[in-house]
């Protein structure tokens, strides 16, 4: 159980383009989905939580109108990252937080496989 | 000061070995603590979780929390080259629900 999946795995895109990466909870409801960013071997930075049905809420420092995200439904959110520039180069991982009962307890983040941006 | 700290290692050890890796942290307001396996370009895998101080075992992994010296560890007994992966722990602070991280610490065993 708890299994979450992101598509797609890589993704390559030039300069000034869009690009859109889902995640879903396969076999949860997840009330809460989060965003993170990864840089080679640094640790996981959080860049917005987001709660189905409403708003992201953003770290500081993230730009909102640059890193879309919508959740919109309890197993599915999505992160698009507007006019993609080389410094959005990145590993994208999202992770989901779903109810109470779950092994793990109830703060505890399932992540998905993560998605590799590219951007030339 | 970062609020967690984690030796990023690398560090290396035989097959078979027992192996050690720490994180300390400064917030007292912790209360929830776990250890993520990540192997490299995968997303984190959650190994071990705990409220409470004391030990925490599952087959060869055991967590280990101590809040009054603010300081958790994961013993891995019997190491196998399958376990070399970046450990990280994380915590979470009162009723945030958000994952504080440490650095994470590289692990290979050598066959």
Not at chain 1, 56 to 76: C, M, P, R
Request: hydrophobic share 30%; aromatic share 10%; with cysteine.
């Amino acid at each position: 159980g708890a299994v979450v999946s992101q598509h797609p795995s890589r993704v390559i895109c030039k300069s000034g383009t869009s690009v859109k990466i889902e995640c879903r909870s396969l076999d949860f409801q997840a009330t809460t989905m989060f965003w993170y960013r990864q840089f080679p071997k640094q640790s996981l930075m959080l860049m917005a939580t987001s709660n189905e049905g409403s708003k992201a809420t953003y770290e500081q420092g993230v730009e909102k109108d640059k890193f879309l995200i919508n959740h919109a439904s309890l197993t599915l959110s999505t992160l698009t990252v507007t006019s993609a520039h080389p410094e959005d180069s990145s590993f994208y991982i999202c992770s989901a937080r779903g109810e109470l009962g779950l092994a793990g307890g109830p703060d505890t983040q399932y992540f998905g496989p993560g998605t590799r941006l590219t951007v030339l | 000061q970062k609020e967690v700290e984690q030796d990023p290692g690398p560090l290396s050890v035989p097959e078979g070995a027992i192996v050690s890796l720490n994180c300390t942290y400064s917030n007292s307001a912790f209360q929830y603590f776990m250890w993520y396996r990540q192997y490299s370009r995968k997303g984190p895998e959650l190994l071990m979780y705990t409220y409470s101080s004391g030990n925490k075992e599952d087959g060869r992994f055991t967590a280990q929390v101590d809040k009054s010296s603010k300081y958790i560890s994961l013993f891995i007994r019997d190491s196998q080259p399958s376990d070399s992966a970046t450990y990280l722990c994380a915590m979470v602070p009162g009723n945030t629900g958000k994952l504080i991280f440490g650095q994470g610490t590289t692990l290979q065993v050598k066959p």
